[in-house]
T-cell receptor, first 114, second 112 residues
Framework: AQSVTQLGSHVSVSEGALVLLRCNYS??????LFWYVQYPNQGLQLLLK??????LVKGINGFEAEFKKSETSFHLTKPSAHMSDAAEYFC????????????FGRGTSLIVHP | DVKVTQSSRYLVKRTGEKVFLECVQD?????MFWYRQDPGLGLRLIYF???????EKGDIPEGYSVSREKKERFSLILESASTNQTSMYLC???????????FGQGTRLTVV
């Protein structure tokens, strides 16, 4: 079985501040991990993914995430928030234990204040 | 670029109607998925298909059925729409060579 927990349904930051969105996963086998972003009334767009290899992965729009197996975490960060980063962010896991079907967290809404 | 196209962005249907949500992908992907998105609940899997004419129930299949007659097309059917099926519906596809799923733009369905 696999699951994802996103801590915080809403995160509020000021423009220029650090963005940190938290994700913890559960998987009985090595996971693939993903962060997706959703803008209002749009589908999901892949920000970044971890499959194997380097545990620090970089994505689009200046985001990055680090896979920490010992902490079962895959937190998303960005050094400096921009107004255009305001959106809903979803963490997801897939693995052979789940037939590689993505399982999603409940989402975190990022609010960016000027 | 992978393109997953959902036939409607917005739909309004009446209670009891039969509703079809259509999804087409252009990358010859084997796997296709239907998710439902509700505030605070994230994305929940309704049905998925790993090949033509093959389908598997996801976590919340009640009240829904699916059809996959061609590889590129995966349809979600609400046999008798109810107000509790008002939601955002997201279609996705994934090829065996891919690790991630690719999403359509979503269909926001309102049942009145």
């Amino acid at each position: 079985a696999q699951s994802v927990t996103q801590l915080g349904s809403h995160v509020s930051v000021s423009e220029g501040a650090l963005v940190l969105l938290r994700c913890n996963y559960s998987s009985s086998v090595p996971p693939y991990l993903f962060w997706y972003v959703q803008y209002p009334n749009q589908g999901l767009q892949l920000l970044l993914k971890y499959t194997t290899g380097a545990t620090l992965v970089k994505g689009i729009n200046g985001f990055e995430a680090e896979f920490k197996k010992s902490e079962t975490s895959f937190h998303l960060t960005k050094p400096s928030a921009h107004m255009s980063d305001a959106a809903e962010y979803f963490c997801a896991v897939s693995s052979s234990g789940g037939s590689y079907i993505p399982t999603f967290g409940r989402g975190t809404s990022l609010i960016v204040h000027p | 670029d992978v393109k997953v196209t959902q036939s409607s962005r917005y739909l309004v249907k009446r209670t009891g109607e039969k509703v079809f949500l259509e999804c087409v992908q252009d990358m010859d992907h084997e796997n296709m998925f239907w998710y439902r998105q509700d505030p605070g609940l994230g994305l929940r899997l309704i049905y998925f298909s790993y090949d033509v004419k093959m389908k598997e129930k996801g976590d919340i299949p009640e009240g829904y059925s699916v059809s996959r007659e061609k590889k590129e097309r995966f349809s979600l059917i609400l046999e008798s729409a109810s107000t509790n099926q008002t939601s955002m519906y997201l279609c996705a596809s994934r090829g065996y060579q891919n690790t991630e799923a690719f999403f359509g733009q979503g269909t926001r369905l309102t049942v009145v």
